[in-house]
Antibody, heavy 114, light 110 residues
């Protein structure tokens, strides 16, 4: 079964850091473009970052450039999102999604608050 | 980054047909078309359509997508109570090198 499972969310103070993980099963993550998409409470979907399958291209929404880094580990078949200098407005449910968004995880919640 | 434009809400009766729209530009919807996602409250999004009218396995034929210029549409026929959800369109923007989303349309089935 093709599946994505996110983890690593939590409560962090403004300015802090978190690393989100997305474990893939049922397919080889490195053969697909992969993305992180977030959804603030009561709001719509917002694209965060995308990584090409071979890792050669990375793209980010302007609001996270220089603060977030998308990466993957082939051996672990996992996608990551390293988040630093977190802001209150980064509070959201973070999903990982495959390719043209055909597979989504259940999401992991990030809360940035003092 | 500029987003796609969707009407905030649409209401239709049971067994009627709803058409949801999504307007972008020549760099996104007009370039490669849009994907359509359905999201029920408290659930992750689910892909309904991609490349304008390809449906993933398991998606009902009641959902069909199309595109005219830079506007994509999702038509849902024979509305059922379970179709009540939020619907999002999204497209890769070749100029921004970014995925852009619409703000979502809340579909109410009366």
């Amino acid at each position: 079964e093709v599946q994505l499972v996110e983890s690593g969310g939590g409560l962090v103070q403004p300015g802090g850091s978190l690393r989100l993980s997305c474990a893939a099963s049922g397919f080889t993550l490195s053969t697909y473009w992969m993305s992180w998409v977030r959804q603030a409470p009561g709001k719509g979907l917002e694209w965060v970052a995308t990584l090409k399958g071979d890792g050669s291209e990375k793209y980010y929404v302007d609001s996270v450039k220089g603060r977030f880094t998308i990466s993957r580990d082939n051996a672990e078949n996992s996608l990551y999102l390293q988040m630093s200098s977190l802001r209150v407005e980064d509070t959201a449910l973070y999903y990982c999604a495959r390719n043209i968004m055909d597979v989504w995880g259940q999401g992991t919640t990030v809360t940035v608050s003092s | 980054q500029a987003g796609l434009t969707q009407p905030p809400s649409v209401s239709k009766g049971l067994r009627q047909t709803a058409t949801l729209t999504c307007t972008g530009n020549s760099n996104n919807v007009g370039y490669q078309g849009a994907v359509w996602l359905q999201q029920h409250q408290g659930r992750p999004p689910k892909l309904l359509s991609y490349r304008n009218n390809d449906r993933p396995s398991g998606i009902s034929e009641r959902f069909s997508a199309s595109k005219s210029g830079s506007t994509a549409s999702l038509t849902i026929t024979g509305l059922q109570p379970e179709d009540e959800a939020d619907y999002y369109c999204s497209a890769w923007d070749s100029s921004l090198t970014a995925w852009v989303f619409g703000g979502g349309t809340k579909l109410t089935v009366l």
